[in-house]
């Protein structure tokens, strides 16, 4: 079963983004339902990915429970007994995730411990990536000397922009920006160290945080494959892109096609998509250590 949008009875959509949709549930909590809608280059594309909502949402609630001392989180429950009654439904079962509503910072925290994807290309080019000046003789997939932060912008429609921390700041303010940038660190060291001792590189992540009681939480999604990029420490060779377990699958298929990273997404074939679950189901298995079940098939 897939699924490309939702409508809960009794409760009312608050937004619908890329891949998730959310409804209120009250005045200070939030319903978040994660689809099978699958976007890339910040485009969304017609075709579902099976299970692609179900594995984001099982794997975010793991990867909260294990982040909860490394401070604030917007997380209360992916439990089915904790959910609405409206969102009991079958076409629902792993997908949804109740959450404490949260005023959002409008900005992406990315960190990047390797040198992959677009910090290769501006590495290539100028030997940076986005205002951290890196040394020389670099290959592509090498680890870098340390973690480094690199913030971008939080669009709604249209193409995320890389800004420098300076940027943020000025966004921000600098305290505020100085506090985005431990806690991604942070967080960051945890998830490269658990994936680690399952085999597993955290090439590179990106968080979201929002005010919720005067604090700075984590929100979203954290350390999916939608917003992380993994590769297998088994086979890991720099010089080279490493195949990985996320959506990169699918942006090389369609880099390939020549296609402008503009819409509409050209259409996927069977074996991308197949391939793109098998990623997906992947990374779940290895990180949690457990196989994959689709939460309705659970006694």
Same mark, same amino acid.
């Given at each position: 079963?897939?699924?490309?949008?939702?409508?809960?009875?009794?409760?009312?959509?608050?937004?619908?983004?890329?891949?998730?949709?959310?409804?209120?549930? &009250?005045?200070?909590?939030?319903?978040?339902?994660?689809?099978?809608?699958?976007?890339?280059?910040?485009?969304?594309?017609?075709?579902?990915?099976?299970? +692609?909502?179900?594995?984001?949402?099982?794997?975010?609630?793991?990867?909260?429970?294990?982040?909860?001392?490394?401070?604030?989180?917007?997380?209360?429950?992916?439990?089915?007994?904790?959910?609405?009654?409206?969102?009991?439904?079958?076409?629902?079962?792993?997908?949804?995730?109740?959450?404490?509503?949260?005023?959002?910072?409008?900005?992406?925290?990315?960190?990047?411990?390797?040198?992959?994807?677009? &910090?290769?290309?501006?590495?290539?080019?100028?030997?940076?990536?986005? &205002?951290?000046?890196?040394?020389?003789?670099?290959?592509?997939?090498?680890?870098?000397?340390?973690?480094?932060?690199?913030?971008?912008? +939080?669009?709604?429609?249209?193409?995320?922009?890389?800004?420098?921390?300076?940027?943020?700041?000025?966004?921000?303010?600098?305290?505020?920006?100085?506090?985005?940038?431990?806690?991604?660190?942070?967080?960051?060291?945890?998830?490269?160290?658990?994936?680690?001792?399952?085999?597993?590189?955290?090439?590179?992540?990106?968080?979201?945080?929002?005010?919720?009681?005067?604090?700075?939480?984590?929100?979203?999604?954290?350390?999916?494959?939608?917003?992380?990029?993994?590769?297998?420490?088994?086979?890991?060779?720099?010089?080279?892109?490493?195949?990985?377990?996320?959506?990169?699958?699918?942006?090389?298929?369609?880099?390939?096609?020549?296609?402008?990273?503009?819409?509409?997404?050209?259409?996927?074939?069977?074996?991308?998509?197949?391939?793109?679950?098998?990623?997906?189901?992947?990374?779940?298995?290895?990180?949690?250590?457990?196989?994959?079940?689709?939460?309705?098939?659970?006694?």
């Amino acid at each position: 079963m897939t699924l490309l949008s939702t409508r809960i009875e009794g409760l009312p959509l608050v937004h619908r983004g890329k891949v998730r949709e959310t409804y209120a549930v &009250g005045e200070d909590r939030l319903l978040l339902v994660a689809t099978d809608r699958l976007s890339a280059f910040d485009v969304v594309f017609d075709q579902p990915i099976p299970d +692609k909502g179900r594995v984001l949402t099982q794997l975010s609630a793991w990867w909260f429970e294990r982040l909860a001392d490394l401070g604030p989180t917007h997380f209360i429950s992916a439990d089915a007994r904790d959910l609405p009654a409206g969102a009991g439904v079958p076409e629902l079962a792993g997908r949804s995730m109740l959450v404490r509503r949260a005023d959002r910072i409008d900005a992406e925290c990315v960190v990047r411990g390797y040198l992959a994807g677009s &910090g290769w290309a501006e590495y290539q080019r100028s030997g940076t990536v986005v &205002g951290h000046k890196l040394p020389d003789g670099l290959r592509e997939a090498d680890a870098l000397p340390e973690p480094i932060f690199t913030p971008s912008t +939080k669009a709604e429609v249209g193409h995320d922009e890389n800004i420098t921390r300076e940027q943020l700041a000025d966004m921000v303010g600098a305290d505020i920006a100085r506090q985005l940038e431990e806690r991604s660190l942070a967080l960051y060291r945890a998830g490269a160290e658990l994936a680690s001792a399952v085999g597993l590189i955290l090439a590179d992540t990106k968080f979201e945080f929002g005010w919720i009681d005067g604090e700075i939480a984590l929100i979203d999604e954290v350390f999916t494959p939608d917003s992380s990029r993994f590769w297998d420490a088994a086979r890991y060779e720099p010089g080279s892109a490493p195949a990985s377990f996320d959506k990169q699958y699918v942006r090389d298929f369609v880099a390939a096609s020549g296609w402008n990273k503009e819409p509409p997404a050209p259409r996927l074939p069977d074996d991308v998509i197949a391939g793109t679950r098998d990623r997906y189901v992947t990374a779940y298995s290895r990180l949690t250590g457990r196989a994959w079940q689709p939460p309705e098939a659970v006694a």
